[in-house]
């Protein structure tokens, strides 16, 4: 689910972003700010009943609207037109259209992984033969776990599970 307000977030991103690239000097506590305010986005979207979350969105919300403001003068000296193409960008936003996507974060947190055992996370090139990944699991104790065919979750004790990475170290390295 995408709110209003995260697309808007994502759209004033963008802007930052771009203007940045051009040149331009963004107020300090600007880029600080942006990040409380995804993160305050983030908690509401987990929990949009939570009376502390929906106060927390609202102040968001008014504290992206400050920023807004500040951004946008800053783009004027981009001409009228630029400054056109992005207030279409944020009124698209909310309306609740989908302007901008989040790109796909690199990083996933392991979930319920077995108590007492170090685990790890290998991401290969290309999808590889979960045999070849399970003859060294087994010949080391531990427990694998496919994500999706390139991406595996390996359990076991420390000194196993730095054994078994090493060898499928040459995973690491195959391309198509």
């Given amino acids: ?17 771009d203007l940045t690239q051009r040149g331009y000097e963004i107020p300090e506590g600007i880029n600080p700010e942006m990040g409380l305010i995804r993160s305050s986005i983030s908690s509401y979207k987990r929990d949009p009943t939570h009376p502390d979350l929906i106060n927390g969105l609202a102040q968001a919300e008014m504290s992206l609207n400050k920023i807004q403001g500040t951004i946008l003068v800053i783009a004027e000296e981009e001409g009228e037109e630029y400054v056109d193409e992005w207030l279409g960008y944020f009124k698209r936003a909310m309306r609740g259209e989908e302007v901008f996507e989040f790109p796909k974060s690199r990083s996933t947190f392991l979930v319920n992984s077995p108590p007492g055992l170090t685990t790890g996370r290998i991401n ?8 070849r990944v399970q003859e060294i699991a087994e010949w080391h104790g531990l427990i694998i776990e496919f994500d999706d065919d390139v991406t595996v979750a390996l359990h076991g004790d420390k000194p196993d599970l730095q054994i078994g990475l090493k060898e499928m170290g040459s995973f690491f390295l195959e391309e198509l």
């Fill in 1 to 17: 689910m995408s709110l209003p307000s995260e697309q808007n977030w994502l759209v004033l991103f963008n802007l930052i972003s």
């Fill in 124 to 131: 290969l090139k290309v999808p590889l033969a979960e045999e």
